[in-house]
């Protein structure tokens, strides 16, 4: 095995550093020096992600033309399709809870508790009825 520590001399201490050593420690720290980057040009972002349809969400979320009384679609809905829309409709969802969370934040503290608290279960019913609905139409349609 070798020896990780720097050889000594005989008579035990270790040897003295010469004025070239320090000169050579000196040359081996290279000045820094700019590197100039190029842009990469090609494709663009909008380019890769594909043509954008214009988005009614308002219009699939109101339920007249995505699901009918029966439970079918008019038109069979792809998997995607339904997931695009159960995101909105809980994006709808989620404004409507913010909504309802302000009002109640805004009844006084005390005379309005049992406003407060029924602005509140109507918060739970909207949550439970959105997921259950939600369910229910994967179910139906097969997904996950």
Do not use: W, Y
Not at 80 to 109: C, G, I, N, T, Y
Not at 117 to 133: E, F, G, P
Request: hydrophobic share 30%; net charge positive.
């Amino acid at each position: 095995l070798a020896n990780p520590l720097p050889p000594r001399r005989q008579s035990g201490r270790p040897r003295r550093r010469t004025l070239a050593h320090s000169v050579r420690r000196c040359r081996a720290m290279p000045k820094k020096v700019k590197v100039k980057v190029k842009k990469a040009k090609g494709v663009k972002k909008n380019q890769l992600k594909g043509k954008r349809r214009p988005q009614d969400g308002d219009a699939k979320m109101d339920g007249s033309g995505a699901v009918e009384a029966g439970g079918s679609t008019s038109k069979r809905e792809t998997a995607r399709d339904l997931f695009r829309r159960h995101a909105a409709e809980r994006k709808k969802s989620r404004a409507e809870v913010a909504e309802l969370k302000k009002q109640r934040m805004r009844l006084p503290k005390k005379g309005q508790k049992d406003a407060k608290k029924a602005l509140t279960q109507k918060i739970k019913v909207l949550q439970a009825q959105l997921l259950a609905r939600h369910a229910a139409e994967r179910e139906a349609a097969g997904v996950r």
